[in-house]
């Protein structure tokens, strides 16, 4: 062998025109959750679309603060809801609140936001005021109307806030100093075999399938009571005096107590101002009997039963047992 093949056999050089491959790693994005209505209410104004609208904008600017946005009721597992929102509502790194139009459930999860001490904004539109316990925190206002010039100041805006607010919780608690000795709520986390998770998986399908299953047979149940009562009587001269309420049973008597304590808070809340003389076990439900001494009529009724299932009360029937 040549001296010149040798020397370029045992040469360290690269040979020209090649290009050493280069493993690129991309780190990942921070979460930026988004809590904010998006079923839309019985108007014009805040319609599904024009919330689509809303989560449009905040999507964008999320994507351009550098972080991965999504609305925290999503998740790429098969999960039940409620769990979805919660492990979102505690895990995600940045979360961006719409509290226009003080929908409940948003005001809910904002709440255990603030309880976890994670960071936040909170954003409203014009219209909308300010909740007295979230007040102190600075809300950013845009434009109901989604004004093109406004809407763009309003994105400068957020996303500055966005980035400030992140890096300022680094630093530690964002909110709960504020209020003096007080420690954050947390969720526990635990390691699981593949087995367990399998199961659990399974259990929680299981639960879902039966809770569409019972809104599936309850919101018949209210169509099929209403229609019922609208071809035996007047809607102009009957009103609703007293109401059998059918509740989904719980584990135990403590929590069926709660859950009828709650259920006559929201009932008042709504408007439907009742008192309440009955309940019992029957038939796998817990039933609630309530008389109203403003007596009201069906279709007044029926709707504010609709506002009371907004609440989480789904699975709630009901039969009119006496008329005014």
């Known amino acids: 062998m040549s001296n010149k093949s040798s020397n370029a056999e045992t040469s360290d050089e690269k040979p020209v025109g090649k290009v050493e491959a280069v493993e690129k790693v991309e780190s990942k994005k921070p979460t930026c959750g988004i809590i904010m209505p998006i079923s839309g209410l019985d108007d014009l104004v805040y319609s599904a679309e024009h919330w689509a609208e809303v989560r449009d904008i905040l999507l964008e600017i999320i994507g351009q603060s550098g ?6 009721s999503s998740s790429d597992e098969t999960r039940v809801i409620h769990e979805t929102i919660v492990q979102n509502v505690y ?7 719409d509290v226009s139009s003080k929908n409940p459930n948003v005001m809910f999860e904002l709440g255990l936001r603030i309880a976890f001490d994670k960071p936040v904004v909170i954003i409203k539109d014009n219209p909308t005021g300010y909740a007295f316990d979230t007040s102190p925190i600075e809300h950013l206002e845009y434009p109901i109307d989604l004004n093109y010039k406004k809407i763009n100041k309003f994105k400068t805006d957020l996303k500055a806030k966005i980035n400030a607010t992140y890096e300022n919780s680094k630093a530690g608690s964002p909110y709960l100093k504020s209020f003096g000795r007080l420690v954050a709520a947390h969720i526990e986390t635990k390691e699981v075999s593949s087995d367990e998770f399998v199961l659990r998986a399974i259990k929680d399908l299981t639960n879902q ?7 599936s047979r ?27 309420f059918f509740l989904d049973l719980m584990d135990s008597p403590g929590e069926n107590e709660n859950q009828k304590n709650l259920f006559l808070e929201v009932l008042e809340n709504v408007g439907l101002f009742a008192k309440q003389d009955y309940e019992t076990v029957s038939e796998g439900r817990y039933v609630v009997g309530v ?11 029926s709707r504010l039963v609709g506002a009371v299932q907004s609440y989480g009360f789904e699975g709630i029937s009901w039969k009119v047992m006496r008329w005014a």
């Open 67 to 72: 972080f991965e946005g999504g609305l925290v």
């Open 91 to 97: 895990f995600n790194e940045m979360v961006v609140c």
């Open 209 to 215: 399938v039966r809770l569409l299953s019972d809104a």
């Open 218 to 244: 309850d919101t018949l149940s209210i169509a099929d009571e209403y229609n019922r009562v609208k071809r035996t009587t007047s809607l102009g001269r009957g009103r609703v005096s007293y109401v059998k």
């Open 291 to 301: 008389s109203f001494e403003d007596h009201i009529p069906l279709k007044t009724f």
